[in-house]
Nanobody, 115 residues
């Protein structure tokens, strides 16, 4: 059974930083590309960053490029999202999943950026 457990969110002022973590289980983590997604109130869920299984390639949405960094530790079945220079428009619930996403999602972690 797939389990995705996100953590590390919180309330931060604009310009601040947070590091999100996602512990995955129930599938062969090391063979899957992984992504971080976010959903703001009233908006659809969007992919903000993804990383190939070998960490050889990363891609970012234009809105976060240069500020966010995705990484993974296959030995720990964990994917990370380092978020710097946070902006109020980054406020959302952040989720991890495979890329493309599987059907099941975790509970997400709330990130709130105050201006």
């Amino acid at each position: 059974q797939v389990q995705l457990v996100e953590s590390g969110g919180g309330l931060v002022q604009a310009g601040g930083s947070l590091r999100l973590s996602c512990a995955a289980s129930g599938f062969i983590f090391g063979l899957n590309a992984m992504g971080w997604y976010r959903q703001a109130p009233g908006k659809e869920r969007e992919l903000v960053a993804h990383i190939t299984w070998s960490s050889g390639t990363t891609n970012y949405a234009d809105s976060v490029k240069g500020r966010f960094t995705i990484s993974r530790d296959n030995a720990k079945n964990t994917v990370y999202l380092q978020m710097n220079s946070l902006r109020p428009e980054d406020t959302a619930v952040y989720y991890c999943n495979t890329q493309p996403p599987r059907g099941s999602w975790g509970q997400g972690t709330q990130v709130t950026v105050s201006s």
